[in-house]
């Protein structure tokens, strides 16, 4: 299985700031057919379902706000918030769907300072 | 507007059996691979299986293998997830899940939709 560790457990950053979610995965998960990877980062807000930010590792969901991206190859990813909103206040998880059983990471608790 | 719509849960004695129910609208679901994912209270996401869209392929946990099946009714727009031999760490929420592109014969793929969740309790 592949392990998917993010860190931190959670951060907590001032209104406008950056907010920083790092992810990595314990083997590559670059498809070579394709040559996309398989990383996607959801963001969950309480009684929530999860919501779609980000896929093949950098990719923007269609109506997400750009203060969100996504960066990285290989085995290490990170999510980052340019200007945390209030409305950013959410837990994050990083998922591989590169192969079975897909994983996600443990979540990353983003707060306001 | 795609909205996935969960039912069939409740509270249920370890050892004994559900079936989930998720019902698609505004969209036609057998063009798509499905995912059921769970999140135990206060905890993270679990995988839990994918069907192909045509129901060719299915994956599970090793968590619920051979004690969970996937399958769908392409006629009712509907996926299931049958549960037996139920274990009290299988509380969870469960959330289907469509992926973002139709026709793949593959489970690479991200998901674009997920349902509200359906809350099931194992417990004596």
């Known amino acids: 299985d592949i392990v998917m560790t993010q860190s931190p457990d959670s951060l907590a950053v001032s209104l406008g700031e950056r907010a920083t979610i790092n992810c990595r995965s314990s083997q590559s998960i670059l498809y070579s057919s394709t040559n996309k990877t398989y990383l996607t980062w959801y963001q969950q807000k309480p009684g929530q379902p999860p919501k779609l930010l980000i896929y093949w590792a950098s990719t923007r969901e269609s109506g997400v706000p750009d203060r969100f991206s996504g960066s990285g190859s290989g085995t290490d990813f990170t999510l980052t918030i340019s200007s945390l909103q209030t409305e950013d206040v959410a837990v994050y998880y990083c998922q591989q769907y590169y192969s079975i059983p897909l994983t996600f990471g443990g979540g990353t608790k983003v707060q306001i300072k | ?124």
């Open chain 2, 1 to 124: 507007q795609v909205q996935l719509v969960e039912s069939g849960g409740g509270v249920v004695q370890p050892g004994g059996s559900l079936r989930l129910s998720c019902e698609a609208s505004g969209v036609t679901l057998s063009t798509y691979g499905m995912h059921w994912v769970r999140q135990s209270p206060g905890k993270g996401l679990e995988w839990v299986a994918f069907i192909r869209y045509d129901g060719g392929n299915k994956y599970y946990a090793d968590s619920v293998k051979g004690r969970f099946t996937i399958s769908r009714d392409n006629s009712k727009n509907t996926l299931y997830l049958q549960m037996r031999s139920l274990r009290t760490e299988d509380t969870a929420v469960y959330y289907c899940a469509k992926v973002w592109v139709a026709g793949l014969f593959s489970f690479r793929a991200h998901f674009d939709t997920w349902g509200r969740g359906m809350m099931v309790t194992v417990s004596s």
